[in-house]
């Protein structure tokens, strides 16, 4: 799941794929109300049932819509476009690796995660995640 206002994104490495799965996932990710934009598999046709709005793009061979412009404004508001390059990311990170044990995926997942949710490495994260304490000393 990526928030399209938030840019930050929420990833689990499950057992199964089904739509039971998916709508618990999409309930504990998303904000009631929230829009999800999905393709059209059939694992996400209970998505509404959740409380969230529900709008998909065909990925079908022969009837592809990439995006769709349900108000007429010249932007296309429905697409998934967004996770699909997250998805990429994910597998050009995994990619050196030469192949990662499923037994490893959940922990390689949540470290690209995290680092596309990081955006940007400062040195107070850094004193915090190697447990130092801060400089006190200013001549340095």
Known sequence: MIGRDSGQVRCRVGRSSDGPSLTAFVTATTAPKSTVNTDEWTGYS???DSGRAHQTVCHTPGKRVWAKDLDGDGINEVHNNTIEGFWTGLRNFLRPFRGVSKKFLAAYSAMHVWAHNLKTV?????????????????GT
């Not at 107070?124 to 447990?131: E, M």
Request: proline letters at 5%; hydrophobic letters at 35%; aromatic letters at 4%.
């Open 46 to 48: 209970r998505v509404a």
């Open 122 to 138: 400062t040195d107070d994260f850094l004193r915090i995640l190697l447990r130092k304490p801060e400089n006190t000393d200013k």
